[in-house]
Every structure is written in structure tokens, then in C-alpha cells.
């Protein structure tokens, strides 16, 4: 093992301040909302963890030249990973709100939103939820932003609501052609019938950027709004950009 002399304990210091600037980072981001995913985990924690002890060891640790030579490789290596998945990796933010939490975080979104409904049209649901999801890869470009109210009603008030729907807004009955796939009329994932909204400021009629979907569940009576805006989504089919893209399965991952 090599002394410890002035120079080696300022190299020590740096890099451990620049291992907790990464971790720090990752916690601040997860408490944001970031979501544990692999880019997150390997930018954050594994990758700058493993650096540091592999810097540590070219620097306290007596090795042959070759095996020096080697390790370094390996620590530019994992610089360069970092960076590639920190370019490459899929980023998601989810925040979510429950019951009087919805009202205030709801209400500006919705003024935002024409086509979501208002708290006060929605009936008077027996639990609401709130989520805003965000997802996004730097190369390729790549973003998706999404909100979602879920309102449960009662067996009567889900009756209630559902038939309003077909009064206050216009589906699509045919093949809808959005984000390189194909939208059939109704979508079905795990009990809830996802339709597309076709009319009005926001819908799928005013580009393919940006669409509203209403979804029902008379299995749990939900009624689902969703307003999700999109650049380049990476689903290849109705089902993934709606559960993936449009971040449905984290939302429903209680």
C-alpha cells in the first residue's frame, strides 16, 4: 500500500466530494418525484460508487503496470458509461395527489387543459386522484407529459357519469392513425375501456402531438381523464404509448 502523503489525501477528498455531489443529486431528484429506474440508479449511485472505489484503489493500492494500465481503462470506461446512459436512459417523474390534496394542484392544470373536466363537473366522486407523469430521453429526443384525474363513484353515481360522457364528448368510432400506430375505437387495459377524444380544442383532430382519452371501469367505477402531449413517444402500439408513454402503469402501481 502506497503512504499516505498531502497529494493523495487532496485526491481522496475531491473524489469523494464529487461521489456525494452524485449521490446527493440522485436523492434530490428522487424526492422531486424521479421514479427508480435504471438510468437513474447507474447515473446516480452504481456507476460513480464503483469509480470511486476503483480511483481509490490506482491511488492507496500498489499494482503491476499492466494491471494499472488496465483499471484506468476501466475507470474512463465507467465516465463514459455514465455519461452514454445518462444521454440514452429514460428519466420518468411522477407526482401524484389524493382526495383534498386534488383541488388546488388540479384546478390550475385544468384551466390549462380545455377538454379535462372540472372538479365541480365530475360528480361527486367517493375518492379522486391527481397525476401529473413526465418521461424523457436526451438522444434520441424524446418526451412525454401526462395528466391523469381518476374519479370512483359509487355503483348509482358511476351510472350517472358515464351516460354524461356520451353527452359532453365526441369519440372516435373508427381506426385512429397517432405516434406511427394505430388506435382502435377502444383500448383495453385491465378492466378500463380507453376512447379517444375527437372533438374540441386539444383532441386528437387538432394534431398528433397532443390528444385526451377518457377511459370507464365498471369493475371499479372509475372514470379515467387523461391529457397527455407527446414528442416522438416510444411506443410501437395503442396499448404500450398508453401504459408506458402516457405512464398509466405507474400510475396504478399503489
Request: hydrophobic content about 45%.
Amino acid at each position: 500500500m502506497k503512504k499516505l502523503s498531502l497529494k493523495r489525501i487532496i485526491l481522496l477528498s475531491a473524489l469523494a466530494v464529487a461521489l456525494l455531489f452524485f449521490i446527493c443529486l440522485g436523492v434530490v431528484f428522487r424526492l422531486m418525484g424521479v421514479l427508480w429506474t435504471p438510468a437513474l440508479l447507474l447515473s446516480f449511485f452504481v456507476i460513480p460508487v464503483v469509480a470511486f472505489a476503483l480511483a481509490c484503489a490506482l491511488i492507496f493500492l500498489k499494482f503491476k503496470p499492466v494491471l494499472k494500465v488496465v483499471l484506468s481503462i476501466v475507470l474512463a470506461a465507467g465516465f463514459i458509461l455514465s455519461t452514454f446512459v445518462s444521454l440514452m436512459g429514460r428519466f420518468e417523474m411522477l407526482t401524484s395527489y389524493e382526495n383534498e390534496e386534488v383541488s388546488e394542484s388540479y384546478g390550475v392544470m385544468a384551466e390549462v387543459y380545455p377538454l379535462m373536466p372540472s372538479l365541480d363537473s365530475v360528480g361527486a366522486p367517493i375518492g379522486i386522484e391527481y397525476h401529473e407523469y413526465f418521461t424523457m430521453t436526451a438522444a434520441p429526443s424524446s418526451s412525454c407529459t401526462c395528466i391523469a384525474l381518476i374519479c370512483q363513484y359509487t355503483e348509482e353515481a358511476y351510472a350517472e357519469q358515464e351516460a354524461l360522457l356520451e353527452e359532453e364528448y365526441t369519440f372516435s368510432q373508427e381506426q385512429t392513425a397517432m405516434f406511427g400506430c394505430v388506435f382502435e375505437s377502444v383500448t383495453e387495459i385491465d378492466g378500463y375501456s380507453f376512447r379517444i377524444c375527437t372533438s374540441g380544442e386539444g383532441s386528437a383532430e387538432q394534431g398528433e402531438d397532443e390528444f385526451v382519452m377518457i377511459a370507464a371501469n365498471g369493475g371499479t367505477n372509475e372514470i379515467v381523464y387523461i391529457s397527455f402531449f407527446a414528442e416522438d413517444p416510444n411506443g410501437e402500439s395503442a396499448y404500450e404509448i398508453i401504459n408506458d408513454d402516457c405512464g398509466w402503469k405507474r400510475m396504478r402501481q399503489k
